[in-house]
């Protein structure tokens, strides 16, 4: 089955810096892998995903993530952190076989402090 | 174009009694997610249409849960004689059809569900 791990609970990154949220997934065979974003008493809004081809994937507001086989991981990543960019952050799975459903992370509080 | 609601927006019961949660999917998606988001957790998948073939019941908790899609467009959740350990939010989805398991999911607001 699959399964989708975020290690970190909380990220905090200061205004301007350069912000990582980690993802690595376990899946059979090839993934499909998304980043969605949640604000508060929001639904999840999507940000980006890797299908196939490029591993470097770009999305909105300036996210971008790559994605990494051989370390099966899918870090979210922006060059420079914005206030707007405190949310809740999840990382989702689904195989390339298989009618399965998609598969959620726990979800990383990101907070850009100023 | 106008995208996927819910309603109602918050939801308080009482333990024992029934509610029922809606979802207006974007016009045209034939495929529709129910999931439950507790607090600390991610979210839980509950149930997947897709168009006219027999929805994925393999996420449901208990034979409480149950849901329905009228006419391949809305849906409404079902969860009978709630208890507290329901208390979530309620957050459904739609996706186009086509595509492998690669389309993307969008969201609605969700639904938050008190059970006292």
């Known amino acids: 089955a699959q399964s989708v791990a975020q290690p970190e609970d909380q990220v905090n990154v200061a205004e301007g810096n350069p912000l990582t949220v980690k993802c690595t997934y376990s899946?059979?065979?090839?993934?499909?892998l998304f980043w969605y974003v949640q604000y508060p008493n929001r639904g999840l809004q999507f940000l980006l995903k890797?299908?196939?081809?490029?591993?470097l994937v770009k999305g909105s507001y300036g996210f971008e993530a790559e994605f990494n086989k051989s370390q099966t991981s899918f870090h979210l990543k922006k060059p420079s952190a914005l206030g707007s960019d405190s949310a809740l952050y999840f990382c989702?799975?689904?195989?390339?076989?298989?009618?399965?459903?998609?598969?959620f992370g726990k979800g990383t509080r990101l907070s850009v402090i100023a | 174009g106008a995208g996927v609601s819910q309603s109602p927006s918050n939801k308080v019961t009482e333990k024992g009694k029934d509610v029922e949660l809606r979802c207006d999917p974007i016009s045209g998606h034939t495929a529709l997610y129910w999931y439950r988001q507790s607090l600390g957790q991610g979210l839980e998948f509950l149930i997947y249409?897709?168009?006219?073939?027999?929805?994925?019941k393999s996420g449901l908790p208990s034979d409480r849960f149950s849901a329905e899609r009228t006419g391949g467009s809305v849906s409404t959740l079902t969860i009978q004689r709630t208890q507290q350990e329901d208390s979530a939010v309620y957050l459904c989805?739609?996706?186009?059809?086509?595509?492998?398991?690669?389309?993307?999911?969008?969201f609605g607001p969700g639904t938050r569900l008190l059970v006292l």
């Open positions: 249409f897709q168009g006219n073939s027999a929805p994925d």
């Open positions: 890797y299908i196939t081809g490029d591993n």
């Open positions: 989805a739609s996706s186009s059809q086509g595509g492998q398991g690669m389309e993307t999911q969008y």
């Open positions: 899946v059979s065979g090839n993934p499909y």
């Open positions: 989702a799975v689904r195989p390339h076989s298989g009618n399965t459903p998609l598969v």
